[in-house]
């Protein structure tokens, strides 16, 4: 047997016949799945009230709500419009306010669009003028291609093209000289689609820190003119159709599950307009409520994603901390280290096997831990009338895994602690509050940007391997650590606990090798 | 040791007990090599973080980040920690080394020495407290303008020392309970941290609510506040009060142990 094996071997011998150790390690696993399956939280979503987005062509969940001013085009055509006006109303979300203030929101959007029938969900492309990011063209939901960066002041002329699958988008300023934004295909579009001009406004939320923000359903009204259409269009009407009202899930009013109580649903900013469309001397005056973008998980969003079942991490976390550490310091207290390093002379042989048997027992846990509540979590919050976003088997096998190794990585960077410090506490308190704190702080007072900055450098980058969610560029959510956000992707993140417990263990082995025990 | 307590004994037999015990304790406390790193940590800690907090909080409105006071004195979450250290230190200290045996031995009364390490760690937190939380509020009003008013002010600052004191009283019960000192400082730690970080993930506001109620940390720095005191999950003082149950409750659970248990 290799002097390592050798020594894994008596490593595991002290570990598993410490009693406090091993009922921790227990103690750890248990208030993960605890946690996790806590049954004590109730949502809306029950009943009568059944919870479901739509899903949209590329399998995201999606908000599709609109108004929709349509007829149907059969093979290609072309539909150009300007839109002369744009303007919305939000609700004044001061403290002092108390009704709607003039104002569109940055992603209210007004355009053109070719879709695949109005079933919530189905697919299409749309060229907008939006609230505070110029023109863009999106299609399926989750693209998004940036155009002019007209405001949402200036009249703009826009053009939808459909030949086949493929739908261009230009945009002008006069009508006369174009400029092409792009072209994107949508597969199986069927002959006949429906298009024609739309509004839609998103939930109005204003941030104050990371754990409160308030949030309310805003409004846009656009101005068309200059309608003119070529191609396949059969002889008839427009119809206007308007998106769910407010309050109907998928509708900007949803309460995904019950949310943050700072996240108050003032109800639709009222307005003088209701949703919908009138004619304007050869244009439509359009207003709308809602949103065509993917549907996004956390407070200022719909639902709750599997990462928030994993919030027990962060007590098993603390746990395997205190034994991480716990398993040098221990032998410094009681002079063990004479004996141990007397019949392991090779120190950092010696230190290996501690990494290694920590790691290995860590790892385990969290992964049977992190594995049982990604099995049953998600389905208990439901069964109590929570909306969970849906995520894919590969992703659930990275959060789990990831759960795993945040774990041990963490006890070995404790263990490193352990030999550069030699003392029980301290290497505690530095391991929790350089893995823990910095998370509390970014979620509860610091502001968003400094928040942000902590979860890149400390060691709790590494959280960001429960995030189970994307976020998109082109809606605007709370994307915060508590809604399961984080400001790295989960193999940065990781990468930087990584970084930290590799360079810890490496400058441990320095002075281990250097110094009398 | 045992010739050592002959001789030093007689010469404290004239004194009243209590007092020995807190000579002994305050001679020890002071002695310990880590006990002034850790007193000037508390204060550098404390007023760094909230420096670096509060010349960071963008300000938009007139009233700057919410809550200034507040979150002037934000560095109290990483000074608590190393009060929680210095805390464990004075008794966990004696575990790890087994001195305790003689400090027992010299000073029958169990609970008698745990009450003289509570009251000499106050007496070194206390200053400390004071010195950290006055600088870090006065710099915050200096980055953070439309303070409230003074009393509430007042209120905030000085709920924020005994808050400190309470972390300093908590984390010797709960080591006299677990007698490990590493163990301790986690269970203590994960004690603050880990009700604000459940309530926050907790998709039911009620649940939240009450988490925020229970936390030793989240009720007792409730005493912060200076606006929207009525959006609190407890009030101000209330607040403290929970935080002074935790640290009242493991001092006693420590001191029936201390009696109960073989040292």
Not at chain 1, 223 to 228: A, E, H
Not at chain 2, 37 to 58: K, R
Request: a positive charge.
């Amino acid at each position: 047997m290799s002097a390592y094996a050798r020594l894994v071997h008596a490593e595991w011998t002290k570990f598993r016949t410490v009693r406090g150790w091993v009922i921790g390690m227990l103690v750890a696993a248990a208030v993960i799945v605890g946690f996790g399956l806590f049954p004590g939280m109730e949502g809306t979503c029950r009943g009568a009230n059944v919870c479901g987005l739509p899903v949209g062509p590329e399998g995201q969940e999606v908000t599709d709500v609109f108004t929709f001013v349509h007829r149907p085009l059969t093979g290609d055509g072309t539909i150009t419009a300007r839109v002369a006006s744009m303007t919305g109303a939000r609700p004044d979300l001061t403290d002092s306010g108390t009704g709607d203030v003039a104002g569109v929101v940055p992603w209210a959007k007004a355009g053109l669009i070719v879709k695949d029938g109005t079933r919530p969900g189905s697919a299409y492309a749309a060229v907008m003028l939006t609230g505070a990011h110029g023109v863009r063209l999106q299609h399926n939901y989750v693209h998004d291609l940036a155009g002019s960066t007209t405001s949402a002041a200036t009249p703009r002329w826009l053009r939808l093209t459909r030949a086949g699958d493929r739908v261009t988008a230009l945009e002008s300023a006069d009508g006369v000289s174009w400029t092409g934004i792009g072209t994107v295909r949508l597969t199986g579009l069927p002959a006949t689609a429906e298009v024609g001009l739309f509004v839609t406004s998103p939930q109005f939320t204003k941030v104050i820190n990371a754990s409160s923000a308030s949030g309310a359903p805003s409004k846009a009204t656009a101005g068309f003119d200059q309608i003119t259409t070529t191609g396949g269009w059969p002889a008839g009407t427009w119809t206007v159709a308007t998106g769910g009202d407010p309050d109907a899930v998928g509708g900007p009013g949803a309460p995904g599950g019950p949310g943050d109580p700072d996240v108050g649903n003032r109800g639709p900013a009222g307005g003088s307009r209701p949703n919908g469309a009138e004619e304007t001397g050869g244009g439509f005056t359009v207003t709308g409520s809602g949103d065509i973008a993917p549907a996004v998980a956390g407070a200022a969003g719909l639902g709750t994603s599997i990462s928030q079942t994993l919030v027990g991490t962060f007590a098993g976390l603390v746990l395997v901390v205190v034994i991480g550490a716990m398993m040098m310091t221990g032998e410094y207290r009681r002079g063990l280290i004479r004996t141990s390093l007397t019949a392991a002379p090779r120190r950092m042989t010696a230190l290996a096997a501690k990494a290694t048997v920590l790691g290995g027992v860590a790892f385990g846990i969290g992964l049977a831990a992190a594995a049982v509540v990604i099995m049953f979590g998600p389905d208990i919050l439901r069964g109590n009338g929570i909306y969970v976003h849906h995520v894919s088997l590969a992703t659930e096998v990275r959060v789990v895994a990831g759960t795993g190794a945040l774990l041990a990585v963490a006890a070995v960077l404790a263990l490193a602690f352990g030999v550069l410090l030699r003392r029980g506490t301290v290497a505690v308190t530095v391991a929790i509050v350089a893995t823990v704190l910095p998370y509390l702080l970014s979620m509860t007072v610091l502001p968003i940007a400094a928040g942000e900055w902590l979860l890149r450098l400390t060691p709790a980058a590494a959280f960001a391997v429960q995030q189970s969610t994307p976020r998109y560029a082109q809606v605007d959510g709370l994307y915060t650590p508590s809604n399961g956000f984080f400001p790295l992707t989960p193999s940065e993140g990781f990468g930087v606990l990584l970084a930290w417990a590799v360079a810890g263990l490496a400058f441990a082995a320095y002075r281990f090798r250097r110094r009398d025990v | 040791m045992s010739t050592a307590l002959a001789v030093v004994a007689p010469s404290l037999r004239t004194r009243r007990t209590g007092l020995r015990y807190l000579h002994a304790e305050w001679t020890k406390l002071r002695t310990a090599p880590e006990t002034v790193w850790l007193v000037v940590g508390i204060v550098v800690a404390t007023v760094a973080v909230s420096v670096l907090v509060a010349a960071n909080m963008p300000c938009d409105t007139a009233v700057c980040g919410g809550d200034p006071t507040k979150t002037g004195l934000t560095g109290v979450q990483l000074g608590q920690a190393l009060v929680a250290i210095l805390a464990v230190f004075a008794v966990g200290g004696e575990y790890g080394t087994g001195m305790i045996h003689g400090t027992l031995a010299a000073m029958p009364r169990r609970a008698g020495v745990l009450a003289a390490k509570a009251l000499v760690v106050t007496c070194v937190v206390a200053p400390a407290a004071a010195v950290a939380v006055t600088a870090s509020a006065l710099l915050g009003r200096h980055f953070l303008p439309g303070a409230a008013g003074l009393p509430a002010v007042l209120r905030a600052t000085g709920g924020t020392v005994l808050y400190l004191l309470l972390i300093g009283l908590l984390a010797i019960g709960v080591t006299a309970i677990v007698r490990n000192a590493a163990a301790a400082v986690g269970v203590v730690l994960a004690l603050l941290f880990l009700f604000p970080i459940l309530a926050a993930a907790a998709p039911d506001p009620h649940w939240e609510r009450h988490l925020l109620q229970i936390g030793p940390m989240t009720a007792g720095l409730a005493v912060q506040a200076t606006t929207g005191l009525d959006k609190l999950p407890i009030g101000p003082w209330a607040g403290l009060g929970v935080t002074a149950a935790w640290a009242f409750g493991a001092l006693l659970v420590g001191a029936v142990l201390l009696e109960l248990r073989d040292a």
